[in-house]
């Protein structure tokens, strides 16, 4: 059984940070990335980061790159997403899931965590 749980979600106000984390358990994703995604209310579900667990490459949405950043605890099979500078538009349910490339556009593994959510006020 995979589980991703996510958390660290919240209330900010425009220009504060917030850490979100992501822990995997169950299968052994190890030959996979791990992403970030999110979804405002109104819009698809949409790309925001990703990085593999050996942390060779990242890739970001332009919309967050130089803002967010990815990185992970391959002990703890936890995978965080810092985010700084967050604007009203980065308001959305942030989930993470296991995908095969970092260029990948959703959760090809068919997997995802239960979405934490992240509200930034003006």
């Known amino acids: 059984q995979v589980q991703l749980v996510e958390s660290g979600g919240g209330l900010v106000q425009a220009g504060g940070s917030l850490k979100l984390s992501c822990a995997a358990s169950?299968?052994?994703?190890?030959?996979?990335?791990m992403g970030w995604f999110r979804q405002a209310p109104g819009k698809e579900r949409e790309f925001v980061a990703a990085m593999y667990w050996s942390g060779s490459s990242t890739n970001y949405a332009s919309s967050v790159k130089g803002r967010f950043t990815i990185s992970r605890d391959n002990a703890k099979n936890t995978v965080y997403l810092q985010m700084n500078s967050l604007k009203p538009e980065d308001t959305a349910v942030y989930y993470c899931a296991p995908v095969r490339s970092i260029y990948s556009t959703s959760s090809d593994s068919g997997y995802w965590g239960q979405g934490t959510q992240v509200t930034v006020s003006s």
């Open positions: 169950g299968r052994t994703f190890s030959s996979y990335a």
